[in-house]
C-alpha cells in the first residue's frame, strides 16, 4: 500500500510548527475546516443539511469585521478586534466568538422577512403591520415620517439603511442569546468572550454625550449604542448621568418592545419593534439623516465622490458591538426540539427595568393621549391601526364587561367562558436569590484545540515541502530514462499536486460511498482466504489420511480425514495503474468510469496492504516544444493521505503518447522488490500523437512489452473504446477486452485477485 512516511515527515513537523505565524493560522484553510466542522457537528440537531462554509482572512487595515450571506461566513481575523488581544489562545477564543455570533445569523435570522420588510417600504407600507401607538406624539412622528421618505429618494435610501441598522441590533441580541442557551461549549464561550469585549468598548452615556458636543457624535448614534448594549447585553453604561437623561429616558421607553422582540421566535414578528423604534425616535432619525446630507454635500463640494448612503454608513459603523448587517434570501432553520425561550441575560434585564420603572415617574412624555388625539392615529402608510377598540367594555383592572365574564365569538362555540374573580391562591413555598458566587462554565479545550490545529498545519505544510521535493524528484527520474529514438525531442514532464484543494477532497466525499461499497464488496471473499494462507488452518473432508476426523464419521462417502495446512505466505504483490488521458476519453463518459475504476482498484489494494501507484498520461505542447504530460495520482509512498483525492483530477486532456509514458512507469515498477509486479494499463484506442502513430507507434509498444516482462512485469491492457482490435493487436496475450464499462472496476480487481491467490 502507500505507506505514509511518518519519520520524514515528522522530521520536518517540528520545525515547520515553530514558523507558524498568528497571520498564518488564524487565515489558514486549516482553521477555517475547523469551525465548519464544529458548526456541523453542532447544528446536526437542527436537521439542517446545508454545509457553513467559513473565509478567513488577515486584513489589519480593514474596518470589516464579520458578516454571512446565510452561504459563507466571512471572518477578519486581522481586526484590531482580534489582534490587540494578547496571547493566541485568547485571539483564538474571540475568532471562535466572532463565528459563533455570524453561525447564529445563519441558523436563526429570517433573511427572507428582513427583505419583505424593505420591499414594503419601498412601498411605503409598514411591515409586518403598523406600529403601536402609545405616546400623543407617535401619530405626528408616523405622519411626518411617511412624508420625509416619500419627498427625496435620497430620504427613503436612508431611512433604508437606519431600519436595517435597527434590525440589525434586535437581531444581534436575539441571535446571542440563542446562542448561549444552545452551545454552551465551545461556541458559547467564545461568544462570552467576544461579548465581554465588546461591553468593555462600549462608551458610557457620558462618553457619548461628550462626543456629541465635540461634533463627532449625534444623540440618534447614542441612542441607537445604548439601545445595542440593552439588547445584547441587558445592562446600560450610565457612567456620571441621571437615569432621567433624555437619550436613557427613550430607550428606557423602548424596552417593552425590545424585550418582547428578543424574546419572539418569528423574525417577522421581530420587525415590529423596529417600526415602533423608528417613529419613536423619528425627530432624532430625521435631525440624523439631515446631518448626513449636509456631510455628503460638503464632500461633494471638496470634490469626493462619496454617496449619502455611505456617509450614513461609515457614521453608523462606528457603533462600539454591532456587527456587519447581514443578507441573505433564506429562512431560519427548524426550531430545536426541547430548546427553551429563558433569557441568557435575564438577570440584567431585570436590574434595568428595574432602573427604568424608578425613573417612569419623571416621565413627562409618557401622559396618555387625549380623545382628541386619539382621532389622528391612523396610519399614514393607509393600512389600519392595530389597537382595539374596547373603551365599551373596559373595567378597571382589565376584567371586561360588567357581566363578569369573557365575551365569546361565534368561532369560539363551546370554549368556557372565563370567569371574573377578585382573589387568586396563595402561593405554596418558593423564593428568589441571588447567587453572587456564580461564574459562566469555563471552555478549557482552546488550547488544546489550537496545539492539534497547529500539527495539522505544521504537518500539512511539512507534506507539501516534501511533496514539492518529490516533484523535483519524479522529473529527474523521467529525464534519466532512455526512451528509445522514436521519441527523440519529446519533453517528459511529470505532473502532481503538492497540496490537496479542499474541492477535490468535496468531489471525492460526493461519490465516493458507492464506489468504496463495491472495493468492500470485492474484497470479502479474498480477505478470508488471505487469513486462512497466512495462518495455516486445518483441511476436512480428505478421503485418506493418518488423521480422522471425529465430525465425520457418519459421511458415507468415505471423506473422514483431515490434515493440517501449513501458514502460506502470499507473494509479494505490486501494481502500477496507467490511464489514458487522450481527448477522446470525454467520449461516452470514458474517463469518468475510469476514474471511477481507479478509486475502487486504489482503495481495494489500499485495504488488502498492496502497493499500488495510479498514472494517467497525455500530451501537451509547450515553448513550441511537443511534451509528455505524466501525472501523478498515487505513488507508493507517501507524504499524506490524500492521493485518493488526487484521483479526482483524472481528466481527458490532449493526445496519446503510450510508449513514453508506459516506459517510464513500467521503469518505475521495476524497481521494485516484489514477486509479482502487475501493470494495468486502461486505454480507449491506439496511439495517436504528432510523429508517433500507426505501425512504428505499435511496434514501439511491443518492443517495450517485452523489454519489461523480461523484467518480471506483467501486463494487462483493457480496451474500453471502440479501437478493441488494435488494442488486442499490439498487446497480444494481455489483452482484456472490457466491452461494458460498468465491468471495468470489477475486471480490473479481478486481475489483481487472481495474481495474489495460491
Given at each position: 500500500?502507500?505507506?505514509?512516511?511518518?519519520?520524514?515527515?515528522?522530521?520536518?513537523?517540528?520545525?515547520k510548527?515553530?514558523?507558524?505565524?498568528d497571520?498564518q493560522?488564524?487565515s489558514s484553510?486549516?482553521?477555517?475546516?475547523?469551525?465548519?466542522?464544529?458548526?456541523?457537528?453542532?447544528?446536526?440537531?437542527?436537521?439542517?443539511n446545508?454545509?457553513?462554509?467559513?473565509?478567513?482572512?488577515?486584513?489589519?487595515?480593514d474596518?470589516f469585521t464579520?458578516?454571512?450571506?446565510?452561504?459563507?461566513?466571512?471572518?477578519?481575523t486581522g481586526?484590531?478586534?482580534?489582534?490587540?488581544?494578547?496571547g493566541r489562545?485568547?485571539r483564538?477564543?474571540?475568532?471562535c466568538?466572532?463565528f459563533?455570533h455570524?453561525?447564529g445569523?445563519?441558523?436563526f435570522t429570517?433573511f427572507?422577512?428582513v427583505?419583505?420588510?424593505h420591499n414594503?417600504?419601498?412601498s411605503?407600507?409598514?411591515?409586518?403591520?403598523?406600529?403601536?401607538?402609545?405616546?400623543a406624539?407617535?401619530?405626528?412622528?408616523?405622519?411626518?415620517?411617511w412624508?420625509?421618505?416619500k419627498?427625496d429618494p435620497k430620504?427613503?435610501q436612508?431611512?433604508?439603511?437606519?431600519?436595517?441598522?435597527?434590525?440589525n441590533i434586535?437581531?444581534?441580541?436575539?441571535?446571542?442569546n440563542?446562542m448561549?442557551?444552545?452551545?454552551?461549549?465551545?461556541?458559547g464561550?467564545g461568544?462570552?468572550?467576544?461579548?465581554?469585549?465588546h461591553?468593555d468598548?462600549i462608551?458610557?452615556?457620558?462618553?457619548?454625550?461628550?462626543?456629541?458636543?465635540?461634533?463627532?457624535?449625534?444623540i440618534?448614534?447614542?441612542i441607537?449604542?445604548?439601545?445595542?448594549?440593552?439588547?445584547?447585553?441587558g445592562?446600560?453604561?450610565y457612567?456620571?448621568?441621571?437615569k432621567?437623561?433624555?437619550r436613557?429616558?427613550?430607550v428606557f421607553?423602548?424596552?417593552?418592545?425590545i424585550?418582547?422582540?428578543?424574546?419572539?421566535?418569528?423574525?417577522?414578528?421581530r420587525?415590529n419593534?423596529?417600526n415602533?423604534?423608528?417613529i419613536?425616535?423619528?425627530?432624532?432619525?430625521q435631525?440624523f439623516?439631515?446631518?448626513?446630507?449636509?456631510?455628503?454635500?460638503?464632500?461633494?463640494?471638496?470634490g469626493?465622490t462619496?454617496?449619502?448612503?455611505?456617509t450614513?454608513s461609515?457614521?453608523?459603523?462606528?457603533?462600539?458591538?454591532t456587527?456587519?448587517?447581514?443578507?441573505g434570501?433564506?429562512?431560519?432553520?427548524p426550531?430545536?426540539?426541547g430548546s427553551?425561550g429563558?433569557?441568557?441575560?435575564?438577570?440584567?434585564?431585570?436590574e434595568?427595568?428595574?432602573?427604568?420603572s424608578?425613573?417612569?415617574?419623571d416621565?413627562?412624555?409618557?401622559?396618555?393621549?387625549?380623545e382628541?388625539?386619539n382621532?389622528?392615529n391612523?396610519?399614514?402608510?393607509?393600512?389600519?391601526?392595530?389597537?382595539?377598540?374596547d373603551?365599551?367594555n373596559?373595567?378597571p383592572?382589565?376584567?371586561?364587561?360588567?357581566?363578569?365574564?369573557?365575551?365569546?365569538?361565534?368561532?369560539?362555540?363551546?370554549?368556557?367562558?372565563?370567569?371574573?374573580?377578585?382573589?387568586?391562591s396563595a402561593?405554596v413555598?418558593?423564593s428568589?436569590t441571588?447567587n453572587?458566587?456564580?461564574?459562566r462554565?469555563?471552555?478549557?479545550?482552546?488550547?488544546?484545540?489550537?496545539?492539534r490545529?497547529l500539527?495539522?498545519m505544521?504537518e500539512k505544510?511539512?507534506?507539501?515541502e516534501?511533496?514539492s521535493?518529490?516533484?523535483?524528484?519524479?522529473?529527474?527520474?523521467?529525464q534519466?530514462?532512455?526512451?528509445?529514438?522514436?521519441?527523440?525531442?519529446?519533453n517528459?514532464?511529470?505532473?502532481?499536486?503538492?497540496?490537496?484543494?479542499?474541492e477535490?477532497v468535496?468531489?471525492?466525499?460526493?461519490?465516493?460511498?458507492?464506489?468504496?461499497?463495491i472495493?468492500?464488496?470485492l474484497?470479502?471473499?479474498?480477505?478470508?482466504?488471505l487469513?486462512?494462507?497466512?495462518?495455516g488452518?486445518?483441511?476436512t473432508?480428505?478421503?485418506?489420511?493418518?488423521?480422522?476426523?471425529?465430525?465425520?464419521l457418519?459421511?458415507?462417502d468415505g471423506k473422514?480425514?483431515?490434515?493440517?495446512n501449513?501458514p502460506?505466505?502470499?507473494?509479494?504483490l505490486?501494481?502500477?495503474?496507467l490511464?489514458d488521458?487522450?481527448g477522446?476519453?470525454?467520449?461516452?463518459?470514458r474517463?469518468?468510469?475510469?476514474?471511477?475504476?481507479?478509486i475502487?482498484?486504489?482503495?481495494f489494494?489500499?485495504?488488502?496492504e498492496?502497493?499500488?501507484?495510479?498514472?494517467?498520461?497525455?500530451?501537451?505542447?509547450?515553448?513550441?516544444?511537443n511534451?509528455?504530460?505524466l501525472?501523478?495520482?498515487?505513488?507508493?509512498?507517501?507524504?499524506?493521505?490524500?492521493?485518493?483525492?488526487?484521483l479526482?483530477?483524472?481528466?481527458?486532456?490532449?493526445s496519446?503518447?503510450d510508449?513514453?509514458a508506459?516506459?517510464y512507469?513500467?521503469?518505475?515498477?521495476?524497481?521494485?522488490?516484489e514477486?509479482?509486479?502487475l501493470l494495468i494499463?486502461?486505454?480507449?484506442g491506439?496511439?495517436a500523437?504528432t510523429?508517433?502513430?500507426?505501425?512504428?507507434a505499435?511496434?514501439d509498444?511491443r518492443?517495450i512489452?517485452q523489454e519489461?516482462?523480461?523484467?518480471?512485469i506483467l501486463f494487462?491492457?483493457a480496451?474500453?473504446?471502440?479501437?478493441?482490435q488494435?488494442?488486442?493487436?499490439?498487446y497480444?496475450?494481455?489483452?482484456?477486452?472490457?466491452?461494458?464499462?460498468n465491468q471495468?472496476?470489477?475486471?480490473?480487481?479481478g486481475v489483481v485477485?487472481?495474481?495474489?491467490?495460491?
Amino acid at each position: 500500500m502507500a505507506r505514509v512516511n511518518h519519520k520524514l515527515v515528522k522530521q520536518r513537523l517540528n520545525e515547520k510548527r515553530s514558523k507558524i505565524t498568528d497571520k498564518q493560522f488564524f487565515s489558514s484553510r486549516m482553521l477555517a475546516g475547523h469551525f465548519e466542522d464544529l458548526a456541523a457537528a453542532q447544528t446536526r440537531r437542527y436537521h439542517y443539511n446545508r454545509r457553513v462554509r467559513v473565509n478567513l482572512y488577515w486584513k489589519p487595515k480593514d474596518a470589516f469585521t464579520a458578516a454571512t450571506d446565510n452561504m459563507q461566513i466571512r471572518i477578519n481575523t486581522g481586526h484590531p478586534l482580534v489582534t490587540k488581544v494578547k496571547g493566541r489562545e485568547n485571539r483564538y477564543q474571540i475568532v471562535c466568538g466572532m463565528f459563533a455570533h455570524e453561525l447564529g445569523h445563519v441558523l436563526f435570522t429570517d433573511f427572507l422577512s428582513v427583505q419583505t420588510y424593505h420591499n414594503y417600504l419601498d412601498s411605503f407600507k409598514w411591515y409586518p403591520r403598523p406600529p403601536a401607538f402609545r405616546l400623543a406624539a407617535d401619530a405626528r412622528n408616523e405622519k411626518a415620517f411617511w412624508e420625509y421618505v416619500k419627498e427625496d429618494p435620497k430620504n427613503l435610501q436612508m431611512v433604508h439603511q437606519i431600519a436595517a441598522n435597527i434590525a440589525n441590533i434586535i437581531e444581534d441580541g436575539y441571535i446571542e442569546n440563542r446562542m448561549l442557551n444552545s452551545f454552551p461549549g465551545t461556541l458559547g464561550y467564545g461568544l462570552e468572550t467576544l461579548r465581554e469585549r465588546h461591553f468593555d468598548e462600549i462608551d458610557t452615556v457620558t462618553e457619548l454625550i461628550a462626543k456629541e458636543a465635540d461634533d463627532d457624535g449625534h444623540i440618534l448614534e447614542s441612542i441607537l449604542q445604548i439601545m445595542l448594549s440593552y439588547a445584547k447585553f441587558g445592562r446600560i453604561k450610565y457612567g456620571s448621568e441621571p437615569k432621567t437623561d433624555e437619550r436613557i429616558k427613550t430607550v428606557f421607553g423602548l424596552i417593552d418592545d425590545i424585550d418582547e422582540a428578543l424574546m419572539n421566535r418569528s423574525g417577522k414578528e421581530r420587525l415590529n419593534a423596529v417600526n415602533t423604534v423608528m417613529i419613536r425616535c423619528w425627530e432624532y432619525i430625521q435631525d440624523f439623516c439631515e446631518v448626513c446630507k449636509e456631510r455628503q454635500e460638503e464632500a461633494e463640494a471638496a470634490g469626493g465622490t462619496v454617496t449619502v448612503a455611505e456617509t450614513l454608513s461609515e457614521i453608523l459603523s462606528s457603533i462600539a458591538g454591532t456587527s456587519e448587517v447581514g443578507s441573505g434570501s433564506s429562512t431560519p432553520v427548524p426550531e430545536a426540539s426541547g430548546s427553551t425561550g429563558e433569557s441568557a441575560t435575564a438577570a440584567a434585564r431585570a436590574e434595568t427595568r428595574s432602573d427604568a420603572s424608578e425613573s417612569e415617574s419623571d416621565d413627562e412624555n409618557a401622559s396618555p393621549q387625549t380623545e382628541s388625539e386619539n382621532n389622528e392615529n391612523a396610519s399614514e402608510s393607509g393600512e389600519a391601526s392595530n389597537q382595539p377598540d374596547d373603551s365599551e367594555n373596559a373595567q378597571p383592572g382589565g376584567g371586561g364587561s360588567s357581566s363578569g365574564k369573557q365575551k365569546t365569538s361565534e368561532s369560539e362555540k363551546g370554549r368556557i367562558p372565563h370567569q371574573q374573580t377578585d382573589g387568586v391562591s396563595a402561593p405554596v413555598g418558593g423564593s428568589v436569590t441571588k447567587n453572587s458566587e456564580y461564574q459562566r462554565e469555563q471552555y478549557d479545550r482552546a488550547a488544546s484545540d489550537i496545539e492539534r490545529i497547529l500539527d495539522n498545519m505544521a504537518e500539512k505544510a511539512a507534506c507539501e515541502e516534501l511533496e514539492s521535493e518529490r516533484i523535483r524528484e519524479l522529473n529527474e527520474a523521467a529525464q534519466s530514462i532512455s526512451y528509445g529514438d522514436i521519441h527523440s525531442g519529446v519533453n517528459i514532464r511529470v505532473n502532481r499536486i503538492a497540496s490537496v484543494d479542499p474541492e477535490l477532497v468535496e468531489q471525492y466525499d460526493a461519490i465516493c460511498n458507492p464506489l468504496i461499497s463495491i472495493s468492500r464488496q470485492l474484497q470479502k471473499s479474498l480477505l478470508r482466504q488471505l487469513k486462512e494462507n497466512r495462518r495455516g488452518g486445518k483441511q476436512t473432508g480428505l478421503i485418506m489420511g493418518r488423521r480422522l476426523d471425529a465430525h465425520a464419521l457418519c459421511r458415507n462417502d468415505g471423506k473422514v480425514f483431515y490434515k493440517n495446512n501449513l501458514p502460506n505466505e502470499i507473494p509479494e504483490l505490486a501494481v502500477g495503474l496507467l490511464l489514458d488521458e487522450s481527448g477522446s476519453m470525454c467520449s461516452c463518459d470514458r474517463c469518468t468510469y475510469a476514474r471511477a475504476a481507479a478509486i475502487i482498484l486504489y482503495d481495494f489494494c489500499e485495504s488488502l496492504e498492496i502497493p499500488v501507484m495510479v498514472y494517467g498520461h497525455s500530451t501537451d505542447c509547450y515553448d513550441g516544444k511537443n511534451s509528455v504530460e505524466l501525472y501523478s495520482y498515487a505513488e507508493f509512498n507517501g507524504f499524506d493521505n490524500d492521493d485518493k483525492y488526487r484521483l479526482m483530477d483524472i481528466s481527458a486532456r490532449g493526445s496519446n503518447r503510450d510508449g513514453a509514458a508506459l516506459r517510464y512507469v513500467a521503469e518505475a515498477l521495476s524497481k521494485r522488490s516484489e514477486a509479482v509486479k502487475l501493470l494495468i494499463l486502461v486505454s480507449d484506442g491506439q496511439p495517436a500523437d504528432t510523429g508517433y502513430c500507426g505501425t512504428a507507434a505499435e511496434e514501439d509498444l511491443r518492443g517495450i512489452k517485452q523489454e519489461y516482462q523480461r523484467k518480471g512485469i506483467l501486463f494487462v491492457a483493457a480496451a474500453i473504446g471502440n479501437d478493441k482490435q488494435n488494442i488486442e493487436r499490439i498487446y497480444g496475450d494481455s489483452f482484456l477486452d472490457i466491452t461494458d464499462l460498468n465491468q471495468l472496476p470489477t475486471k480490473l480487481t479481478g486481475v489483481v485477485k487472481r495474481h495474489i491467490r495460491v
